[in-house]
């Protein structure tokens, strides 16, 4: 057989065997399985592709309740999207696009003429200057006597002890001029966080002072889903482009897409699963044309499979039984709560089945 041939069959069967052998060719196993055996199968499966592409080998123990998180956190408002960009990186496990962090109430070593409050936190390990693209820094805004004003926010990297025993002065990062009364209000820290990042300095402190206020405590809220927190967007590559295929129906017997839906709460997952609620995976079921067809038929995979097929003696020809899989594939968005209490942001590829074709 041809190198390339051989090696290009190798790639197929590694990105596709596990898949082909769970979604694909339902109607072989049914003798053995029956239809609500195989559903339990196949989502077995999928729970084992995710966290294996998560890097984990059990669902996380979360101490923090995912219902008790900041609204926007909880309704998904800081989720980045995807682009139609082709993947970058790794085709396996799941890329990072954005880690949640949230700060506690701090002690400042330093006090200010204006109503502020300091905010600690911990910078997370796995992410690197290069990859950041966007910081933003949440809080929620209670009210001030002074509202009918624009309210100006100065936060400023609080004064600290640095590893060489050096101290550092409060030093201010950014600015926020805000006419918002009463709600949430985002600064944007990139620059900052690069530093930090680029410095290998993890522990931070920062402090938040409203210098228009008139109220003599801090506005900013630490109400259980109002607290602050800090979003880190990182680069992230976009889903594959969806290819064309048949949709499964009543009176569908050829190679079709077949609906299944995930439930991660059905699976108990919700407790550490943020969004989505659950989403469609889809498998592959359904007849295949004879060997000799699907040779003739005009397609790349097609004509691989034609060059193999053409290049094996008489005899192995005969052991060729095409079987429908899938032939494209979607990534999956997943916003989680890791052990550590950090939300985090991943795209795990070859999620989705886009599209079915006999092989």
Excluded at 130 to 141: A, D, M, N
Excluded at 153 to 179: C, L, R, Y
Excluded at 204 to 219: D, F, K, Y
Aim: proline share 6%; net charge positive; with cysteine.
């Amino acid at each position: 057989m041809n190198s390339r041939v051989y090696a290009y069959f190798i790639l197929v069967s590694i990105n596709y065997s596990s898949w082909g052998d769970i979604w694909a060719c339902a109607n072989c196993a049914n003798g053995e399985l029956s239809v609500t055996q195989l559903t339990e199968v196949r989502i077995e499966f999928v729970k084992q592709q995710i966290l294996r592409k998560l890097r984990l080998s059990r669902k996380p123990s979360v101490a923090v309740p995912v219902n008790s998180l900041p609204m926007p956190v909880a309704q998904g408002q800081t989720l980045s999207q995807g682009s139609d960009k082709p993947p970058e990186f790794d085709d396996y496990y799941g890329r990072t696009e954005q880690k949640i962090i949230f700060p506690v109430e701090g002690e400042c070593l330093t006090s200010g003429r204006y109503p502020f409050i300091c905010l600690q936190f911990e910078l997370p390990p796995d992410v690197e200057p290069e990859e950041v693209t966007v910081v933003e820094l949440w809080f929620y805004k209670e009210r001030d006597p002074l509202d009918k004003y624009n309210q100006t926010f100065v936060i400023s990297e609080a004064a600290h002890w640095d590893s060489q025993q050096q101290f550092k002065k409060t030093k201010p990062i950014a600015i926020k001029e805000t006419d918002i009364g009463e709600g949430w209000v985002r600064v944007e820290l990139a620059w900052a966080v690069r530093v930090w990042l680029e410095g290998r300095e993890r522990f931070h402190t920062l402090h938040v002072a409203c210098r228009t206020c008139q109220l003599r405590r801090s506005p900013l809220s630490f109400h259980e889903k109002r607290r602050p927190f800090l979003v880190l967007y990182t680069k992230y590559a976009g889903k594959r482009r969806r290819g064309r295929t048949l949709e499964c129906g009543a009176t569908t017997s050829e190679c079709c897409r077949e609906p299944l839906y995930v439930s991660f709460k059905e699976l108990g997952w919700d407790d550490w699963i943020i969004r989505p609620a659950g989403y469609h995976a889809y498998f592959c079921k359904g007849s295949c044309a004879p060997i000799s067809a699907v040779t003739q038929a005009d397609s790349y995979h097609h004509n691989i499979i034609r060059k193999y097929f053409y290049s094996v003696s008489n005899e192995r020809k005969a052991e060729f039984k095409p079987c429908c899989a899938p032939t494209t594939f979607s990534s999956l968005q997943l916003l989680y709560m890791d052990s550590n209490n950090t939300v985090t942001q991943k795209t795990l590829p070859n999620m989705v089945v886009e599209s079915c074709g006999c092989m």
